[in-house]
């Protein structure tokens, strides 16, 4: 394993020198755009108007939705980003969002490239009640399309002396401020039914912070709730269980897609920036726990979530290989020093390394024959997706064959989702207690 402080490869350093090169040359497409965004984050303009406009900006969960949602249009998908705005980096950035005549446009004040955009609208479920009294926008919010529910207390590692949450997170400064601490299962039921109908949500995303291995048991409610009385997918990121019997019993309420957020490859990173982790779970509880649900579930069905722009770029690739090599969707989340966290006064990466990164997530996913973008309207605006990699790969035959033959997949796999986002009747009690 790297130590800490390694000197990254010097073929690093050519890739950066090329990439700046070409930005410098020529507008960025889509995917670039999005990730110098989250890379420098953007100034809003005064004459932007985005409390009539744009969704409003929510502090929740683990404070990574913290920014302005908006739409980059493409030939080949529209990117959804969730871009720093309030973050103390986001104010020296060089991009600055103002509107035009046309609409909004995020302009690039060092070459004068301007990119129309569109701001991602505000629901109106988000403004009204549940049966129970609670605001809507308190129980689940949109992140990107799909319905993001953060389902119980506050993570446990907030409330340790000392503590020993994750450097980067602030979930201990939101949950319980700016949403509901303790989700009811009927409020759930009635803001995803609200999601989906109004939204076009097909789906529905539970996660927690660490809840001293009661995590999968405490969503098993909501997942069959969900599953069986709105019919969406239903992903679920908890911390993982030594007790792999768990996720045999979610998935038959209804679970179709597992989560794992280890963060780091480097196991020094891990514990020095994940000690709550490092303590109570183990990084090879990860691990098992990834490689146990991507064989039960298939190809494209689990994700390993880390950051980028923390542990060396090496250690990056090597998670990027060991995610795709089990089946799974590689989650690259650049690091945002977000406000309020340990980390909040460090710098975001460099743009050029994170092209090299995600240029990378192309081609292990390409190789390992991951479905990229073959779900009907999941866009995550908290990350770079592996499908909007698509346009970060070389202009030649191959890759022309490689998305037609995406779009085919995506075509024969119409008819399966449509019936995954049903309502199923489950046989399967929620009752605690394995089989």
Request: charged share 20%.
């Amino acid at each position: 394993m790297a130590a800490i402080g390694e000197t990254l490869p010097v073929t690093r350093s050519a890739a950066r020198a090329k990439v700046s090169e070409a930005a410098i040359s020529a507008p960025l497409n889509p995917c670039e755009l999005e990730i110098d965004l989250f890379c420098k984050g953007m100034r809003v303009d005064s004459s932007c108007t985005l409390e009539a406009d744009g969704r409003p900006i929510l502090r929740t969960r683990a404070g990574l939705g913290s920014g302005l949602e908006i739409v980059i249009p493409g030939p080949l998908k529209d990117v959804w980003v969730n871009v720093p705005v309030v973050e103390k980096f986001a104010s020296r950035s060089c991009y600055r969002l103002a509107q035009t005549k046309n609409g909004y446009a995020v302009f690039d004040d060092r070459q004068g490239f301007v990119y129309p955009i569109r701001l991602s609208s505000e629901p109106a479920w988000y403004d009204r009640e549940t049966s129970r009294g609670v605001p809507m926008h308190r129980v689940g919010v949109l992140q990107g399309t799909y319905l993001g529910i953060y389902i119980s207390n506050s993570c446990g590692f907030w409330y340790h002396h000392p503590p020993c949450n994750c450097k980067f997170c602030t979930t201990g400064l939101n949950v319980g401020v700016n949403e509901v601490a303790l989700k009811d299962v009927e409020d759930v039921v009635e803001v995803a039914q609200a999601a989906k109908a109004e939204s076009g949500v097909t789906f529905v995303h539970f996660n927690s912070g660490f809840q001293t291995n009661q995590d999968l048991d405490r969503a098993a409610p909501y997942v069959k709730a969900v599953k069986s009385r709105v019919g969406t997918l239903v992903g679920v990121q908890l911390t993982p269980t030594r007790d792999l019997w768990k996720y045999d019993r979610l998935i038959d309420l209804g679970a179709d897609h597992f989560s794992f957020c280890y963060e780091f490859q480097n196991p020094i990173y891990f514990a020095r920036y994940c000690p709550g982790k490092e303590k109570f779970i183990g990084q090879e509880a990860f691990f098992r726990a990834l490689e146990y649900t991507s064989k039960k579930l298939g190809k494209g069905a689990c994700s390993g979530e880390i950051i980028a722009g923390i542990e060396p770029l090496s250690e990056t690739l090597k998670a990027i290989d060991y995610i795709t090599s089990l089946g799974a969707f590689p989650t690259v989340c650049i690091f945002r020093p977000t406000v309020g966290a340990d980390m909040e006064d460090w710098s975001p990466p460099h743009y050029e390394d994170m092209i090299v990164v995600f240029r990378y997530v192309y081609e292990a996913c390409r190789r390992n024959g991951i479905p990229m973008d073959v779900t009907p309207n999941i866009e995550v605006s908290l990350v770079v997706q592996p499908g909007d990699t698509r346009y970060l790969a070389p202009d030649n035959s191959n890759t022309f064959w490689y998305n037609v033959k995406l779009m085919a997949m995506k075509q024969a796999a119409k008819p399966y989702f449509w019936w995954k986002r049903q309502p199923k009747k489950i046989k399967r009690s929620d009752n605690l207690g394995q089989a």
